[in-house]
């Protein structure tokens, strides 16, 4: 039967309390998750203060698959900045550079409009419809940092989800049968 027969022998063979003992360090563990990405949340004053390139269109600067770390701070939004923003209506959030800010003198309110750098035109196609410009109100964070091609394990998991299941699957029978 090989290693999956061993596995359900040993499964077999757990008592209660060793099962109990598990589940315990499991509800942990993923609780230690969330708190931590709750802080995470805290510290950049970003809604995600993570988030994975998921096109091209930042190319060459990030490529799909690269991570980004966000911060949102109270600092004016400035032409050449890369951010992360919300449009009404989609849930995926866009990464791209800001190409121009407008202020409005009689409300103090910024309007920005963003283009990937890979794109031959601004992004007003990208929002919602009869949106010209982006509020802050639609920005997550500004990027500050990236760690390339790390987020590629987000992509699969997202495009072939078996391969997700798999995983978390594989990792959860790792936990339950773990002798320690």
Known sequence: ???IGEQIDSIKSLQFRQVLTQAISLGMIVTSALIIWKGLMCVTGSESPVVVVLSGSMEPGFKRGD????????????AGEIVVFNIDGREIPIVHRVI??????DTAEVDILTKGDNNLGDDRLLYAQGQLWLQRHHIMGRAVGFLPYVGWVTIIMTEKPIIKYILIGALGLLVITSKE
């Open 67 to 78: 991570i980004l770390f966000l911060h949102m701070s109270k600092d004016p939004i400035r």
């Open 1 to 3: 039967m090989g290693w």
């Open 100 to 105: 121009k800010v407008h202020e409005r003198q």
